[in-house]
């Protein structure tokens, strides 16, 4: 209730400052429709929401494209494919897919160009939410199965540098697709307080 109050005053401020039709769509707006669509079952969107909802629903099917940011473009397509849009969400995979590479080692990984410390730019988060995407939206557990082992080759070769990019990593190597990458490669041992 309190997050779809917080879209309802963002939505009423674009409404005050008379720029509606302008692009409003951020990484937060993209977080925010990813997280509430876990949620759609549970806690329908209350009706006095319900306008603020679909004009950034709206907005992330037209503007996704100049969002520019994979992780939000990924919190879009699985927040649209779980409120029902079906062919925003594989325009957006196609998109992502178009611009990952493919290494026979290191799986497949996107050459981001700029290095950041923003969150919606964290490359571990990221790679776990294209698992995720890939998985729900796109259902390619080739591709699943790629962007693992290049998860994995990243806790090989350095580390995951926080406990969020560890606990995402972990959730999306364990809950998407098989678990072959994970027989296949050499052991990777991740220490999560006490237990490995």
Same mark, same amino acid.
């Given at each position: 209730?309190?997050? +779809?109050?917080? $879209? ?59 969002? #520019? ?23 957006? @995979? ?12 290191? #799986? @497949? ?9 923003? &969150? ?10 294209? $698992? ?17 082992? &290049? ?7 350095? +580390? ?37």
């Amino acid at each position: 209730s309190r997050l +779809d109050g917080w $879209i309802d005053r963002t939505y009423r401020d674009i409404l005050k400052a008379g720029n509606k039709d302008k692009n409003h769509l951020t990484s937060t707006v993209a977080l925010y429709l990813y997280g509430r669509s876990f949620f759609l079952q549970d806690k329908a969107i209350d009706a006095k929401h319900r306008e603020a909802v679909d004009y950034f629903l709206g907005q992330a099917k037209k503007y996704w494209l100049e969002l #520019g940011v994979r992780q939000s473009q990924g919190h879009l397509a699985i927040a649209l494919n779980r409120f029902g849009d079906k062919e925003t969400p594989e325009a957006i @995979m196609e998109s992502i897919r178009q611009r990952a590479v493919h290494d026979e080692e290191l #799986g @497949m990984f996107w050459r981001d160009l700029e290095v950041s410390w923003w &969150w919606f730019r964290a490359p571990i988060e990221t790679q776990a939410l294209m $698992i995720e995407a890939f998985e729900e939206v796109a259902h390619d557990a080739e591709a699943v199965e790629e962007c693992k082992v &290049w998860l994995l080759k990243q806790k090989q070769t350095q +580390d995951w540098k926080t406990t969020k990019a560890t606990a995402d990593a972990v959730y999306a190597l364990l809950l998407r697709g098989g678990v072959d990458v994970l027989a296949s490669s050499e052991l990777v041992t991740v220490q999560v307080g006490n237990a490995t």
